[in-house]
């Protein structure tokens, strides 16, 4: 059965479809029906690549799936599923207050299963040239939600992630390019392949100097795309800019769709130099992001802000865990990848339903008691964030610790300390600010919102999801993000 | 193929590439915004000179399309949109740069050096020309340098595409035949999606603050 490409083409489609249903409803339906499929597809695939040969490939090896790819599907696909949910609501309130037009929510709802279809042609192609201008394909639709709102804040943000990310993929191009030439053999007059498949195998005859070169020029680009410091300058930007689903997705999994990215890279350099340079420069990066990200936790004052700094840490901590590389630690890279995916996106939609009914993302100006006006949201919030910062019995806590005792198993004692502080740090941040908004009374007095159920469904899906795959992973998960995480480790 | 011939095409690609290379500089020192798109079209058409080059030599059927596609995209029609915004939203023709020209031209000169010495381990790499992934890079770092030196956005959109000819030149320097056309259509099509939103961006941005100052994009901070 073919799988691959229905994944790609549902959402393309259903993009399309939007562009000419003129009811607002239909498009909303469009959407979650698009994604529901492609979730159901990822479940497909998630088998598919666990019988052997443990690959799937369609049209002439162009898509290529492999454990590490099936993942990927799965959680782009999870949190595009749950937007998709919370998004209807959300842009009905905001009609309803005038802040956006019947076009721009148009243009949400093409855009977007335009960004998710690109997302999944990055993680599905076997090509490294199609990888990039997926990439770029899936910034270019961002950036257009980044700026749906049009206010010169959002403005500005979409000019900052639109020039830094095509600068960062520019350089990735190079880096691209560079690693091609590694692999052109100068007796032949063959064009060498663009496909991972093929680079794996000849892993060994590239040229190292060559593939060194490409992978710094790759880190910082796709690093850049990724948000690692100190590159991520647009990224606490463009997600407090974006409208609230929007930056779901984008700290949801853009960013470590772009890490995948650099994750591909990252496999081919460790296999063709037999040496940890890119895992240290991963790991290095790694920890850079999460000392960057928890001063600015601290001491930041805006919802979404706060929220993109805390995804800024927990992208560190992957890179970190990926670059320790002992199996343990890579495993438990991916699953932090997983629960991160699975509460961010509840945090950013709560922060949405609090930004349309205080009308500012100032935590100064929302003032305490947000328990009391907005009950079930602010449930939903505090419970996300008891996972985002690392709290039992969430996922994210058991991801931590799985990280944290491989580093300190395979005797990286200092690194998995300091990893340990910035954790802390971050934890105290959180903790700190958002107790200061949900908790106590209400300071300020609001109109009670009628509708409090608003992005209810939405935030219990994702939060539900959460709750079940924290306690209780099914074998076949278990057994695809083992399957991934030696695909990472160079399955020695 | 013939030897002569051979050394007849690494001349020229050499040649090619060093003009590609002196337009980039006159970018830098050029305070005309209209003039700087000209001079990015011309540095568009040297590189679809050495893309034809390459598959005349060789009787590389697809690298013709990859020539042709830059003559299209890259010299005609990017130019003729850049044109187009510029006009429509009346913007002053000179443009500010940070540096004044002679500090600029020395930073590049600068940049030149640096950009031979990194690539100077990979000669013996590249398939065709002399020097030609020292052009690329350098073409990359002046690219950058423009892009913070000019704080209007039209001009950072044309650094971008400069640095965008460089990767281009990279491309057809290291791997004598360029990319496989399936990538390269990828890469042409993303570039004119690119010019076309931030062209969008532009428009938005000239409404909302009456200017297409970048510093003036400053709001947002921690």
Same mark, same amino acid.
């Given at each position: ?43 497909? +695939? ?222 081919? &350099? ?21 000392? +960057? ?141 958002? &107790? ?57 | ?130 020097? &030609? ?90």
């Amino acid at each position: 059965m073919t799988l691959l490409s229905p994944i790609l083409i549902v959402p393309a489609a259903a993009a399309l479809l939007c562009l000419v249903v003129p009811w607002r409803r239909m498009m909303e339906g469009l959407n979650i029906v698009a994604f529901a499929v492609s979730l159901g597809l990822g479940v497909g +695939l998630l088998h598919a690549v666990q019988a052997p040969p443990c690959v799937v490939t369609e049209c002439g090896e162009f898509f290529r799936a492999d454990a590490l790819s099936a993942w990927m599907v799965l959680l782009i696909t999870v949190v595009s599923l749950g937007t998709s949910l919370y998004a209807g609501r959300y842009f009905r309130r905001d009609l309803a207050a005038g802040a956006v037009s019947a076009w721009q929510v148009k243009e949400f709802f093409v855009l977007t299963p335009l960004f998710t279809a690109g997302m999944l042609l990055v993680v599905l192609a076997n090509n490294m040239g199609v990888m990039w201008f997926a990439l770029e394909a899936t910034a270019l639709s961002s950036v257009l939600l980044v700026a749906l709102y049009n206010r010169n804040t959002s403005l500005e943000a979409a000019w900052k992630y639109v020039i830094l990310g095509s600068l960062g993929l520019a350089l990735a191009l190079f880096g691209t390019v560079f690693t091609y030439a590694a692999a052109v053999d100068k007796n032949s007059t063959n064009l060498p392949s663009f496909n991972w498949s093929h680079l794996m195998a000849m892993a060994g005859q590239l040229d190292p100097r060559m593939i060194k070169l490409a992978f710094v020029f790759v880190l910082v680009g796709y690093g850049t795309k990724a948000g690692l410091a100190p590159m991520h300058t647009w990224l606490p930007d463009a997600h407090s800019e974006a409208p609230s689903p929007t930056s779901a997705m984008l700290s949801g999994v853009s960013l470590k769709v772009a890490l995948y990215a650099l994750l591909r890279f990252h496999i081919l &350099t460790t296999a063709c130099l037999g040496s940890p340079f890119s895992r240290h420069m991963l790991l290095a990066f790694g920890l850079g992001s999460m000392f +960057l990200a928890a001063p600015f936790i601290l001491v930041q004052t805006n919802l979404k802000r706060l929220l993109a700094y805390s995804s800024l840490e927990h992208v560190g901590l992957i890179c970190v865990g990926v670059g320790l590389n002992s199996p343990v630690t890579i495993f438990g890279a991916l699953l932090h990848m997983g629960y991160h995916a699975l509460t961010k996106p509840v945090l950013f939609f709560a922060a949405g339903n609090i930004h349309q009914t205080c009308h500012t993302l100032q935590m100064r100006l929302m003032g305490s008691g947000l328990v009391k006006v907005l009950p079930l949201t602010a449930l939903c919030m505090g419970l996300a964030a008891v996972s985002a910062m690392g709290l039992p019995p969430f996922g994210l806590f058991f991801s931590e610790m799985t990280v944290l005792s491989g580093g300190f198993a395979s005797g990286h004692t200092f690194v998995s300390t300091l990893v340990l502080m910035a954790l802390l740090a971050a934890f105290c941040g959180i903790l700190y600010q958002l &107790t200061r908004i949900l908790a106590g009374s209400p300071k300020v007095t609001r109109q009670t919102d009628a509708r409090a159920f608003d992005g209810v469904p939405a935030m219990g899906f994702m939060l539900g999801t959460l709750a079940v795959f924290s306690v209780w992973l099914p074998a076949p998960l278990l057994g695809l993000m083992e399957r991934a995480g030696h695909i990472i480790g160079g399955a020695q | 193929m013939h030897p002569i011939q051979s050394e007849l095409a690494t001349q020229w690609i050499t040649l090619l590439a060093a003009g590609m290379l002196v337009i980039q500089l006159l970018m830098v020192v050029q305070g005309m915004l209209l003039t700087n798109i000209r001079l990015f079209a011309l540095q568009s058409l040297m590189l679809a000179a050495i893309a034809a080059i390459i598959a005349y030599f060789h009787n590389a059927t697809h690298v013709y399309w990859v020539a042709g596609l830059t003559l299209v995209g890259k010299v005609f029609f990017l130019p003729w949109l850049l044109n187009r915004i510029v006009r429509r939203i009346q913007i002053h023709q000179e443009i500010e740069p940070l540096l004044n020209s002679t500090a600029s031209m020395l930073l590049c000169g600068a940049f030149t050096l640096l950009g031979y010495v990194v690539a100077r381990p990979f000669t013996s790499l590249e398939q065709l020309g002399n020097n &030609t992934l020292g052009i690329a890079i350098t073409l990359l770092l002046t690219g950058f340098f423009l892009m913070f030196n000019r704080r209007k956005a039209i001009t950072q959109v044309l650094a971008l595409l400069t640095v965008e000819n460089g990767v281009m030149l990279a491309a057809v320097a290291l791997t004598t035949y360029g990319m496989p056309l399936v990538v390269e259509l990828g890469i042409f099509f993303d570039v004119l999606v690119a010019v076309m939103v931030l062209g969008i961006l532009v428009y938005r941005i000239r409404e909302t603050f009456a200017s297409m100052d970048v510093d003036k994009l400053s709001q947002l901070k921690g």
